[in-house]
């Protein structure tokens, strides 16, 4: 039987997982349906080559559902969310980025929106809120793996 | 060994005493580096899948991408290209008037005068008052004249080209119209039928 500690921990891994998992759906379908409006947001950054853009544009809401739906399962749940850390972090240094070059922009994370410096701040402690939970699912799930052979 | 060598080789535990690695340990380090760089792989496919799952999805879109991006402006640009690109056959026939209504209006100053022709021949010659909205750059012509367009959105427009066979004027005419101009004609005559009947003529590049 497992103890009372692993058991919490398994259900807050879970819990982190299907948040983590929930935002990124949405996050994602929300790009694709309008992806003109996304690129033009992704072109405000003024970080990306503009050859560049829509690849981004087109790639990145199909790459966030999978991280997602990689997050849900059991089993995939190791590389939906070391996907999630790694993205959360592109994000993260593109918002601060920004930020620093006292731009003013929709970062385009959840639909549209007004630019707005305060919605920003917010955006970037979101990223640090997922980095960690997928950190957390990712440790979590890597340390459970079984022990090499001797 | 001096103890200097000593402290490097080994960490201190917060109790203060001296621990060295623990050799068995090591392997499961190895392994979990190795599956950490395994798992790094897999989010690289993931993306490379993504990419390829976004292009199909933008193939079969309603409105898809391009390939290169482009800006508000330069979408804006090739719309108004579009607009003015449509062969004679499909244009709609927008309101036409003869050379006595043309002259008065020249004369009275109570329409805006828009000239369709490629620059070099405005510059040659034009309607006085006219400004060149040429159909070759209507993209171009279009934003440098957005200020009297803007202040003409409701008065009367005009437009001619060279006359006779010429498109131009009416291409320039329904795509004002598809812009939100209300009250956009054209003169048939145009340049040839203006200088024929020994009208005042302007030069220069007056835009």
Not at chain 1, 19 to 29: D, P, S, T
Not at chain 2, 37 to 50: E, F, K, N, P, T
Not at chain 2, 70 to 80: G, K, M, V, Y
């Amino acid at each position: 039987m497992m103890p009372p500690g692993n058991l919490r921990r398994n259900y807050a891994v879970l819990a982190v997982s299907i948040a983590v998992a929930a935002v990124f759906i949405y996050a994602g379908i929300d790009k694709l349906r309008d992806p003109l409006q996304f690129a033009d947001s992704t072109a405000a950054f003024a970080i990306v080559p503009a050859v560049f853009i829509n690849l981004l544009v087109m790639g990145l809401p199909p790459f966030e559902i999978a991280c997602g739906v990689l997050l849900l399962g059991p089993w995939t749940r190791r590389i939906g969310a070391l996907a999630v850390a790694v993205i959360s972090v592109v994000f993260f240094t593109a918002l601060a980025s920004a930020l620093l070059r006292g731009l003013t922009l929709d970062c385009g994370c959840f639909g549209v929106g007004a630019p707005s410096r305060s919605r920003m701040w917010l955006e970037l402690a979101l990223d640090v809120m997922l980095f960690s939970g997928a950190m957390f699912v990712y440790l979590r799930s890597i340390t459970r793996l079984p022990a090499p052979a001797p | 060994m001096p103890n200097s060598d000593l402290n490097s080789r080994n960490c201190r535990t917060s109790a203060g005493s001296i621990a060295t690695p623990d050799p068995a340990r090591l392997p499961q380090a190895r392994s979990l580096a190795w599956q950490i760089v395994r798992d790094l792989g897999g989010v690289a496919i993931l993306a490379i899948a993504s990419l390829a799952a976004g292009l199909v999805i933008n193939r079969f879109s309603l409105s898809p991408l391009p390939i290169v991006y482009q800006t508000p402006e330069q979408r804006f640009d090739a719309e108004l290209t579009t607009l003015v690109a449509a062969p004679p056959f499909k244009i709609a026939p927008a309101a036409t008037v003869g050379l006595d209504e043309f002259r008065s209006a020249v004369a009275s100053k109570s329409a805006l005068i828009l000239d369709a022709r490629p620059s070099l021949f405005f510059e040659q010659g034009h309607v006085p008052g006219a400004l060149n909205l040429a159909r070759d750059d209507f993209a171009q012509d279009y934003r440098q004249l957005s200020l009297p367009l803007k202040a003409a959105t409701d008065k009367p427009i005009i437009v001619y080209c060279a006359g006779g066979e010429c498109h131009d004027s009416r291409l320039v005419a329904n795509a004002l119209l598809s812009l939100g101009f209300s009250n956009v004609s054209v003169f048939t005559g145009g340049w040839d039928a203006w200088s024929a009947a020994g009208m005042p003529a302007s030069t220069g590049s007056v835009r």
